[in-house]
């Protein structure tokens, strides 16, 4: 069962564009979702995050945009760079017993265009 | 160098053969997880390690067995590999209660 569902699979955006990336998901216990980004070769990095009692996190050009009713977020790139070319991952934690764990979104494919 | 690095990072096995995937952080963080990655399905956990001497299942644990004796290693061992098991598997740290978790590079299997 896939907890959390990401959306586009693939996203093809012309330099200076807005790159979205949605995410869903089910269990209402997740209290943390971050996003992660990864180049090709390399293992996912960290790039912003967000707790469901904020609706909106900026950082640089990078925004979460976080609906807790609808169970969804999305990750907006503001004026897309090819340097941003990379597979993006929404997640979601979830904290039982003795750790924090991470469900991860199948992933989208971003190519920025110039 | 610092950091969390993962040996070796690609590695050709035959079906029924044993084989074991390194982790190594020098952070000393408390937390250590095995991740597999194939497409179409993300990221799955594997086995995660709160400390030393205690490990727990996460979502895909069948046919992988994990070990923590010191802090800083985490080996995944494959007891008998099979073809489904070919993806690439990443390692990755964190300090506990903090959330962010740090990934290695990753070491591509292919079992065949």
């Known amino acids: 069962q896939q907890q959390v569902k990401q959306s586009p699979q693939s996203l093809i955006v012309q330099k200076g564009g807005i790159s979205i990336i949605n995410c869903a998901y089910e269990?209402?216990?997740?209290?943390?979702f971050p996003w992660y980004q990864q180049f090709p070769g390399k293992g996912p990095a960290l790039l912003i995050a967000?707790?469901?009692?904020?609706s909106e996190k900026k950082e640089g050009r990078f925004t979460i945009s976080f609906n807790k009713s609808a169970k969804q977020f999305s990750l907006h790139i503001m004026d897309s760079q090819p340097g941003d070319s990379a597979t993006y991952f929404c997640?979601?934690?979830?904290?039982?017993?003795?750790?924090?764990?991470?469900?991860f979104g199948t992933g989208t494919r971003l190519q920025v265009t110039l | 160098d610092a950091g969390i690095t993962q040996s070796p990072r690609y590695k050709i096995t035959e079906t029924g053969r044993q084989v074991t995937l390194m982790c190594h952080q020098t952070?000393?963080?408390?937390?250590m997880f095995w991740y597999r990655q194939d497409l179409g399905h993300g990221l799955r956990l594997i086995y995660y390690?709160?400390?030393?001497?205690?490990?727990d299942k996460g979502e895909v644990p069948d046919g992988y067995v994990v070990s923590r004796s010191k802090t800083e290693n985490f080996p995944l061992t494959l007891e008998s590999a099979t073809r489904s098991q070919t993806s690439v598997y990443f390692c990755?740290?964190?300090?506990?209660?903090?959330?962010?978790?740090?990934f290695g590079p990753g070491t591509r299997l292919t079992v065949t």
């Open positions: 952070w000393s963080h408390s937390y």
């Open positions: 269990n209402t216990a997740f209290d943390y």
């Open positions: 990755a740290s964190s300090e506990g209660v903090r959330y962010e978790q740090y």
């Open positions: 390690s709160a400390a030393a001497d205690i490990t």
């Open positions: 967000i707790r469901p009692d904020v």
């Open positions: 997640a979601a934690s979830l904290r039982t017993g003795t750790a924090s764990k991470l469900t």
